[in-house]
């Protein structure tokens, strides 16, 4: 860990006390570098936006992919103060970067409330012993459209 890493990580830091500060969500900041250069910057603003999506890495990654006009962000570096959400574990592989830092883990989350081992508890269980139900229907019209897709010569892939 280099001296620019701790800048880095302090900047996700205070975005988080920023964020908290100006009451627009919980305490996470993350941002988001490329080339030794901050591209893109978030807080949690899920309260203030009333959207349980809006966490602080996953709006960081908005902002870079708009940013560098793509919607993985190789060569990046994400600093998040905090050990990411599943939900965000999970935009952060889509998203590609090369590397994560972070700074508070989830058992600190949990310490203060934000406790994401239910989530991961229920990822790991069978569809139909998960809390929130789940049902499968309109199979076969829905793979139609999969059909298509993979049958499709001008697709993106990801």
């Known amino acids: 860990m280099t001296e620019r890493d701790r800048e880095f990580m302090s900047r996700a830091i205070a975005l988080a006390e920023e964020g908290m500060t100006k009451g627009a969500g919980g305490p996470f900041g993350a941002v988001i570098v490329k080339d030794g250069k901050i591209i893109a910057e978030g807080f949690n603003m899920v309260t203030s936006t009333n959207d349980p999506t809006a966490h602080a890495e996953v709006t960081a990654i908005r902002d870079a992919c708009k940013k560098l ?14 050990e990411p959400c599943p939900m965000c574990l999970g935009a952060i592989y889509w998203a590609r970067p090369k590397k994560v830092y972070y700074g ?3 058992e600190d989350a949990a310490a203060i409330e934000f406790d994401d ?12 012993a998960r809390e929130i139900e789940f049902i499968n229907i ?7 459209v999969f059909k298509k897709w993979k049958e499709k010569d001008d697709k993106i892939s990801y």
Do not use: H
């Not at 006009?69 to 905090?82: E, K, M, R, W």
């Not at 081992?117 to 139909?128: G, L, S, T």
């Open 104 to 106: 508070c883990t989830r």
């Open 69 to 82: 006009g793509s919607f993985q962000l190789t060569d990046c570096v994400i600093y998040t103060s905090c």
């Open 138 to 144: 309109q199979r076969s019209t829905a793979q139609e």
């Open 117 to 128: 081992q239910f989530v991961y508890e229920e990822i790991a269980k069978p569809m139909e």
